[in-house]
């Protein structure tokens, strides 16, 4: 079992629409959870940081981690084509290396 | 700061050729990490250093690859002899203070071994 799994999609939703992209993993002691956002050809750029169970809102985006179904969860809020992009979640335990998500390929219809 | 620097940005090379991928991290920052991203496996982390030591090297896939980081701004990655199957996008990052703090990634070395 891979220690996180993610849904390769791809995934495509009109303009406007509310997107959510998923993560499970394996391992209940990792404690930091992050999205990451790479737009082809580019390398990949921190999009949400979270430690705890909950959310987490930055304008269009929200973060969700439940700790106790081991999910992690990106919403984004009235899509637009820029949000084209994959998104990776990625996970670690302190002081110790992260594991990113295989990425989820989404795409944003005008 | 002009962020992570990678070169070449492009490579082809031929089976059995040495191949080195170089990486200048941002200034000030002390963790450095090399990645491998692939259609199949995704990003996958190779090594990672800390103050230029190497704290981690279990994701370097054989002996073929070795990675070194002489000083706090450079660090390559080499493989020797290359194979088709190491055609991949490398990745360089790097982070300040801890290793789950935000890393920076540079714009990756597209490999192709023919």
């Known amino acids: 079992q891979k220690e996180v799994e993610q849904d390769p999609g791809p995934l495509s939703v009109p303009e406007g629409a509310i997107v959510s992209l998923n993560c499970t993993y394996s391992?209940?002691?990792?404690?930091?959870f992050m999205w990451y956002r790479q737009y082809s050809r580019k390398g990949p750029e921190l999009l949400m940081y979270?430690?705890?169970?909950g959310n987490k809102e930055d304008g269009r985006f929200t973060a969700q981690v439940d700790k106790s179904s081991k999910y992690i969860s990106l919403f984004i809020r009235d899509s637009q084509p820029s949000d084209s992009a994959t998104y990776l979640c990625a996970i670690t335990l302190s002081a110790s290396k992260i594991i990113f998500g295989s990425g989820t390929r989404l795409s944003i219809r005008p | 700061d002009a962020g992570v620097i990678q070169s070449p940005r492009h490579e082809v090379t031929e089976m059995g050729q040495e191949v080195t991928l170089r990486c200048k991290p941002i200034?000030?920052?002390?963790?450095l990490f090399w990645y491998r991203q692939t259609m199949m496996r995704g990003l996958e982390l190779l090594i990672y250093?800390?103050?230029?030591?190497?704290?981690?090297d279990s994701g370097m896939p054989e002996d073929r690859f070795s990675a070194k980081m002489p000083n706090a701004s450079f660090s390559t990655l080499k493989i020797q002899p290359s194979e088709p199957r190491d055609s991949a996008v490398y990745f360089c990052a790097s982070s300040f203070g801890r290793t789950y703090n935000e890393q920076f990634f540079g714009p990756g070395t597209r490999l192709t071994v023919l």
């Open positions: 391992n209940s002691a990792f404690q930091y």
């Open positions: 200034s000030g920052h002390d963790y």
């Open positions: 250093f800390n103050n230029n030591v190497p704290i981690d």
């Open positions: 979270t430690y705890s169970s």
